[in-house]
């Protein structure tokens, strides 16, 4: 919308007049000067009428030109009034300044750095021609993330820098928008600066793209867990384990990690797990998270509760899956889809287990069991203490677990991992749904490892040995 007295009076009596609630209202002069957020309810026609109304008067404009932020340095003498004809020219030129720095260093010249917002490439090179017959002139580079040098049109401008490098579309640019404010605002009323969220989400994909191709390395360790049975963990430097078990001609996969790094995580499984790609193979999913089930769609079956079941069906059908319907998880979560071009798996390959729509009794419920070959393992769904539908696995016989989120091996993150996973609870507040329930059901994982060893493979990071003599647990 314009910077100017009455944008929102307008706004407001487009939506009154039409007999809509607004229910949402965020703008921070701050961060962005044109960029207001409503939400509002009501029938659909009447909104369409709205944007329609709103497009009208100059609003819900897409096509802003964004121009760019160029960082410059002057050398100027240390001098009264030196920076005057500075000035003068960068006002004849009609360039905004969105930033400015110097201080005397007791030398007898000052640097200042000025942010200008140029529009026009051409009108730029004239300026540094005629500034630098004023004094020593160098351009800069600067990180965007670090200093907001614009706050002119900040949202777009942070939305196309990221579609340009992951590829997004326009609608998914409108979405990384709306809920990059979400977090903000949420994270602004706890007293967290709004610049720290989008430098946090610009870390999220950054980290993402410098994991792809060769840069994909997960550190791969292999277990002979007792009989014929084989064992190869993959834990890559973003998103859950892949743990793949080979028992005789059956192979099964434990959790398969982001979407956006499918053909990654497939060279390396066809690399160390012979004919991957032609044997009959199951998945099994210890929850829904999207850093969980990126690989789905490449096995045979992929078996999991069935509250996790009904998670995938709501988001076929458009609607919020079971973590975005918790209002400080959403945004984060919806951002992290965008990012790593999540789609929700083929429901023909879904297998329910057991479990129901309705809460566990208890904090640990027995939902049945997931028989692959000579494999047996007893599936516990949890309470919701990380999200709902969460299952831990376990096979008595080998002393093996699967737990997911519930519980993990923070100490045996590598570097990336744990760089990767510091960015979640931050964004999300907390990544578990419930911290106490979810400290709970862990005291209740370690209450069903009754007897002998057990090596627990957490989602991420490297497993933990339990029993005997000394835990790690």
């Known amino acids: 919308m314009p910077d100017k007295v009455g944008a929102f009076l307008d706004a407001s009596r487009i939506f009154t007049g039409l007999g809509l609630n607004i229910t949402r209202v965020s703008y921070n002069k701050a961060v962005d000067s044109h960029m207001l957020f409503l939400e509002a309810e009501g029938e659909q026609a009447a909104l369409d009428r709205a944007g329609e109304a709103l497009r009208g008067i100059g609003y819900l404009q897409s096509d802003m030109n964004m121009g760019r932020v160029i960082l410059i340095e002057f050398r100027l003498r240390d001098r009264p009034g030196v920076v005057q004809p500075v000035l003068q020219l960068i006002s004849s030129f009609r360039f905004n300044i969105s930033y400015i720095s110097s201080q005397a260093d007791g030398t007898d010249y000052q640097n200042f750095r000025m942010g200008l917002f140029v529009e026009n490439g051409a009108d730029i090179s004239q300026f540094l021609r005629q500034a630098s017959a004023l004094c020593a002139v160098k351009i800069l580079e600067y990180d965007p993330s670090g200093i907001a040098l614009d706050n002119t049109v900040f949202y777009m401008s942070f939305a196309n820098q990221i579609a340009e490098r992951i590829g997004l579309s326009e609608e998914e640019k409108r979405s990384l928008i709306v809920n990059s404010n979400l977090v903000m605002e949420l994270l602004t009323q706890r007293s967290s600066p709004p610049y720290k969220t989008f430098g946090y989400i610009g870390q999220f994909a950054e980290q993402l793209l410098a994991c792809r191709g060769e840069a994909y390395v997960p550190r791969v360790t292999r277990y002979a867990l007792g009989g014929d049975v084989r064992c ?158 969460e299952t831990v696995y376990l096979e008595r016989t080998l002393g093996i677990a699967f737990t997911g989120d519930i519980l993990v091996n923070l100490k045996g993150f590598t570097k990336p991992q744990a760089a990767f996973n510091r960015l979640a609870p931050y964004l999300m507040t907390s990544v578990d749904t419930d911290p106490a329930l979810a400290a709970r059901e862990r005291e209740a994982i370690c209450g069903l490892l009754d007897g002998g060893r057990w090596r627990i493979f957490g989602g991420h990071g490297a497993p933990m040995e339990y029993g005997g003599t000394q835990n790690e647990v």
């Open 232 to 389: 190869t963990l993959l834990e890559p430097p973003c998103g859950s384990n892949l743990c793949v078990l080979e028992a005789g001609q059956t192979l099964l996969c434990v959790d398969s990690g982001l979407p956006c790094f499918r053909e990654e995580s497939l060279a390396w499984l066809r690399k160390l797990v012979p004919e991957f790609g032609a044997r009959k193979k199951a998945l099994l999913l210890t929850h829904a998270d999207a850093d969980h089930v990126g690989l789905a769609d490449e096995f045979d079956e992929v078996w999991c509760s069935r509250k996790c079941f009904d998670n995938f069906v709501s988001e076929h059908e458009g609607r919020d899956n079971l973590r975005e319907e918790n209002p400080l998880h959403a945004p984060y979560v919806r951002i992290s889809k965008l990012l790593a071009g999540y789609r929700p798996p083929n429901l023909d390959r879904l297998r329910v287990l057991g479990g129901g729509s309705a809460p566990v009794a208890g904090v640990l419920e027995r939902i049945g069991e997931a028989r692959f070959g000579p494999l047996a393992f007893e599936a516990y769904e949890g309470a919701g203490g990380h999200v709902r539908g």
